[in-house]
């Protein structure tokens, strides 16, 4: 099988492409490299045979369709998105452009390559998404694909949107499409503005810890490589029209999230302090959801898949490896925006 990915040079991009060069599949890589993206994500594959990059953007139809033609993908990986709420509160323009016209876009090459291939019934156009489209529960129940859709920011909106869009082209066209929705990703190859590497670098640099709020938001907690390996098998055994839901298992506030990389780090690699000293709690950012959480069931009782990783063994992986990558994660920090208080403008 051969799979274009979108945003194969990302974080759950990348490790879905890795893993999917590891089970022995052909992956084209499609990637226009934003502010997010880094190909030392995929140097460990990228001398593969089974292994193509296309620096291309989804917003250019012309090059999708380029893409299609010249490397006749056997189903798509749809990835490639603007993912940060902080960046989208600032500036939603770039998420309702990336996110909706780009799977606009994505939807209407891969249904006219599909349309000139004679409609191939072993065709896939797998749509990856997030449990944000759906709002923000309260202490009790958790989210089924049969949720009401009810976003909160620009981000989960942009997110929404194309959602729709994919279910419509499988509806009015009849595309070939399956659907996940996941929860919180983190793990190796994580860019440094999201929680779990800004409490790392942060920490070993001695800064203040931000914790938005009282740190009482949940969310539940997914290992990147565990998401990867969903995917894979959602694209491969998934129900043609049917959507999933992949969660980690492992709610946990954000507070008792960040003193665990805490511990973790005094275990690891003491400072004089204890790194928890460094926790400093800072105003909300607007709209934040209070609690997610995911119902696995589907995906598990139908493909019989379920994560192998702890949210305390994944964040014990997470932290060597940061530990070990310094070169990886120092290279970043230059990038716009990586180390500001984004999302202070609503």
């Known amino acids: 099988m051969k799979i274009l990915i979108t945003g194969g040079a990302g974080f759950i991009g990348s490790a879905v492409v890795r893993l999917a060069i590891q089970q022995g599949l052909s992956v084209v890589n499609l990637d226009s490299l934003t502010y997010a993206a880094c190909l030392d994500n995929v140097a460990s594959v990228a001398d593969s045979p089974n292994y193509a990059f296309e620096q291309a953007d989804i917003r250019d139809r012309e090059a999708l369709d380029r893409v299609f033609e010249e490397h006749q993908p056997d189903a798509v990986m749809h990835l490639a998105a603007e993912s940060h709420v902080d960046r989208s509160i600032d500036g939603p323009g770039d998420f309702i452009q ?15 390559y599909w349309v000139k291939k004679d409609k191939p019934d072993s065709f896939r156009f797998h749509h990856i998404s997030t449990d944000e489209v759906f709002g923000s529960l309260g202490a009790e129940g958790q989210f089924t694909e049969t949720t009401p859709y009810d976003p909160r920011s ?7 949107s194309s959602d729709h869009l ?43 810890i931000p914790i938005y709020g009282k740190g009482e938001n949940v969310r539940d907690w997914l290992y990147v490589e565990d998401h990867a390996d969903a995917l894979l098998t959602v694209l491969k055994k998934g129900e043609l029209g049917r959507c999933y839901n992949i969660g980690g298992e492992n709610e946990a506030t954000n507070l008792d999230l960040v003193k665990t990389i805490c511990k973790i780090l005094d275990d690891k690699k003491p400072a004089d302090a204890p790194y928890s000293d460094l926790i400093s709690f800072v105003t909300d950012r607007p709209g934040h959801d209070m609690r997610y959480a995911i119902d696995p069931t589907r995906i598990s009782t139908e493909l019989g ?4 990783v702890t949210v305390e063994e994944g964040l014990e992986k997470t932290v060597q490896w940061y530990l070990d990558n310094e070169a990886w994660w120092k290279a970043l920090q230059e990038r716009d925006g990586v180390g500001e208080r984004l999302g202070t403008k609503g």
């Open 98 to 112: 990336t996110n909706i016209i780009g799977t606009y876009n994505m939807l209407e090459a891969a249904r006219a």
């Open 166 to 208: 994919v279910r419509a082209w499988a509806e009015t066209y009849g595309l070939p499409i399956v659907m996940t929705n996941c929860s919180n990703n983190y793990g190796p190859f994580h860019f440094p503005e999201k929680l779990v590497p800004v409490v790392i670098l942060n920490a070993l640099a001695g800064k203040p």
């Open 154 to 160: 620009p981000y989960s909106a942009s997110k929404a």
């Open 305 to 308: 898949w379920r994560p192998s």
